[in-house]
């Protein structure tokens, strides 16, 4: 899915988050690890303020290891319940369990206080298209979940997935925008495609890419593309040209196939794990 927010979306999904809210007691967000800041939504810390908070690094199979635990470590200090998690393969997805208790442990306290006992901790997850809230739900719930708005005698419309006597979830995954705003987040977003490549000059793209990779990650860049010594970013989008046989009609060299090309190895992993941004910056 590629971004396609308008103000009338924006408001009509913030309406819907509003009355969800309402209803949970942990809201869920997904981030992309590779991109734990720019993939956040702006509103949601005043939309869930009071609720608890949980930051899954999702997708954290793509993302440097090093710089994801320090990601970890940073949302942690700002008082979120963290954790890695690769939705795709499973990998840190039961872990979420442990987590959710973790972050719910005051409510649960003033439950039995109450003396309310084994009341179910209602979740919900939500994060900007693509960063993997389906996957995540497949993941985590599995297929042997029944919802439980299916049962005979609850009223229709929100449809829970009963996860075990502990937690609850909302079946449909809230859906929010990022930081459209701010031109360096679009820019990282467009790098690992979340936003239309065809609004975008590819070309352009790969090469702030190649900037990006020269100055953090040349070691894997340099590897990748049989690359030998230092070089101008336009000379390396040639360089794959060539290796790759990107070429037109008459022979002359493609420079947007090898963008596009070099777009692909980086969005599937191919490039290696790499962090486009950092918690110190
Ligand atoms: P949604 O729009 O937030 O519901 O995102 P989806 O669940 O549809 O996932 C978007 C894409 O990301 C799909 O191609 C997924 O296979 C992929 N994806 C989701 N989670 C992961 C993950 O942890 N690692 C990797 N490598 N890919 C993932």
């Known amino acids: 899915m590629n971004f396609q927010w308008y103000p009338g979306h ?10 969800d ?9 997904l981030v992309d690890a590779r991109i734990p800041y720019s993939s956040k939504n702006p509103d949601i810390d005043e939309l869930a303020k009071n609720k608890s908070r949980i930051i899954l690094l999702n997708k954290y199979d793509l993302a440097n290891e090093e710089e994801t635990k320090k990601w970890r470590s940073w949302y942690e200090e700002k008082g979120f319940f963290v954790a890695m998690v690769n939705s795709k393969t499973g990998k840190g997805v039961k872990e979420v369990h442990a987590v959710i208790q973790a972050a719910c442990k005051e409510k649960i306290e003033r439950d039995r206080r109450k003396g309310i006992l084994n009341r179910p901790v209602r979740a919900m997850i939500v ?13 985590f719930a599995g297929k042997a979940c029944a919802k439980t708005g299916n049962r ?81 970013e336009v000379k390396i989008l040639e360089k794959i040209a060539e290796i790759r046989g ?8 493609d420079y947007e196939k090898a963008a596009n090309l070099l777009m692909d190895e980086f969005r599937n992993g191919r490039i290696g794990r790499i962090t486009l941004e950092f918690p110190e910056s």
């Open 127 to 139: 994060g900007i298209p693509n960063v993997g809230k389906s996957t995540f739900i497949n993941s």
């Open 21 to 29: 809210i309402k209803l949970i007691d942990v809201v869920i967000e």
């Open 10 to 19: 924006m408001t009509k999904a913030k309406r819907m988050m509003q009355e």
């Open 246 to 253: 990107c070429r037109l009609k008459g022979n002359e060299l």
């Open 152 to 232: 005979p005698g609850v009223t229709k419309g929100k449809q829970w997935i009963r996860l075990n006597k502990n937690v609850e979830l909302l079946d449909t995954p809230g859906i929010l925008w990022p930081k459209f705003e701010d031109q360096a987040v679009g820019q990282r977003l467009a790098y690992i495609g979340s936003i239309k490549d065809e609004i975008l000059n590819v070309t352009e793209l790969a090469l702030g890419l190649i900037s990006f990779l020269k100055k953090n990650y040349s070691k894997l860049l340099m590897e990748r593309f049989s690359l030998e010594e230092e070089m101008e």
